[in-house]
């Protein structure tokens, strides 16, 4: 199995209470490029932080890595608009960092990163290719453009309490800008990016639409994010069957409603449960209490564990937790790192 890992930034990520990726909002634009340094290498190497939540939790990204190091798979990176740079060998398809929603123009380069990602997608030697992403602010930008494109249903969110309202307001204010009502671009994906999206849904869209046109098995590897994607992709006139894989802790705070979206899109839709629940790991309890909940592909790897062997997962992740300097000291009451 190969996963393609889609990183990039926007600038919506910076508006207060919007996104829990950094503990501080001068290391966020760095959360992407320290992801896949984790990914790729075990540990950030050129990145100068390692993503953690303000209570401690770290990033999904130590989930993926995880997974990796116990069951193994192969890992392309694609730059989707990475603001800073990274140490891991990436793909560089031309995206460009996105501009805050409220801005008239989020990625004014759209359609052109969409057609550069499409011809890498249709490229692609692999019979089957999960993609996941990271993007700090993304389910905001995923609620922008399920508004723009008509479709209903909510997003997750990496807090705890889901700002949705806000959400929902910089959505609203989004639209404003580019003279858009909800659902002003149905059948028209790439102009719903334009106007409230970021640099990652062009590039997965396009890397999806590609390897889907040219006979290859996509599974997308996230939550609502990914369910922004397959709708960009159904509007875009591409009806080929599409797999979505998740977390239960994504599927449980969105109760049915992820379930009857992914029917509504004619998606499959995986969801795993790790099982950190049975460990007294800080890092697992954050996940348990809301925290993150998903990104960096951390759905779709767990999907690939075996029957019997999520606790190596969760023992790896120890590990990784140890490696990356997030010690266990929730018996002290303090789940920061």
Do not use: W
């Not at 000291?329 to 303090?334: C, K, L, T």
């Amino acid at each position: 199995m190969r996963v393609l890992l889609a990183a990039g930034t926007t600038e919506t990520a910076l508006i207060d209470g919007i996104s829990a990726a950094g503990a501080a909002p001068e290391l966020m634009a760095h959360t992407p490029s320290a992801d896949v340094e984790i990914l790729t290498y075990g540990e950030p190497t050129a990145a100068p932080v390692t993503p953690v939540s303000p209570t401690g939790c770290p990033t999904p990204a130590a989930v993926t890595r995880a997974v990796r190091e116990v069951v193994g798979f192969d890992l392309s990176v694609i730059d989707a608009g990475l603001a800073k740079s990274t140490a891991a060998p990436t793909v560089d398809l031309g995206a460009q960092p996105g501009v805050d929603v409220r801005e008239s123009a989020a990625v004014p380069n759209a359609s052109a990163t969409f057609d550069r990602a499409y011809d890498f997608g249709a490229s692609l030697p692999d019979d089957e290719v999960m993609i996941g992403e990271t993007v700090p602010g993304g389910t905001t930008t995923a609620l922008g453009v399920l508004t723009a494109l008509g479709e209903p249903g909510g997003v997750s969110s990496s807090l705890p309490e889901n700002p949705i309202e806000r959400k929902r307001r910089v959505v609203d204010e989004a639209l404003a800008e580019s003279d858009l009502e909800a659902g002003d671009c149905d059948g028209a994906p790439l102009e719903a990016i334009e106007a409230a999206g970021d640099p990652v849904q062009p590039t997965v869209t396009g890397v999806a639409a590609g390897a889907l046109e040219s006979g290859t098995d996509v599974t997308l590897a996230g939550g609502t994010q990914m369910v922004a994607v397959a709708a960009l992709l159904r509007h875009a006139g591409i009806d080929t069957d599409l797999s979505i894989a998740t977390t239960s802790f994504v599927a449980d705070e969105q109760g049915d409603r992820l379930a009857e979206t992914c029917d509504r899109l004619g998606c499959d839709l995986t969801v795993t449960d790790p099982g950190f629940d049975e460990s007294d790991h800080v890092a697992m309890e954050r996940y348990c209490a809301g925290e993150a909940k998903e990104g960096v592909g951390m759905g779709g790897a767990l999907s690939l564990v075996p029957d019997g062997r999520m606790s190596e997962v969760r023992d790896r992740l120890e590990t990784v937790c140890d490696r990356l300097g997030i010690e266990n000291d929730a018996a002290e009451g303090n789940s920061g790192p």
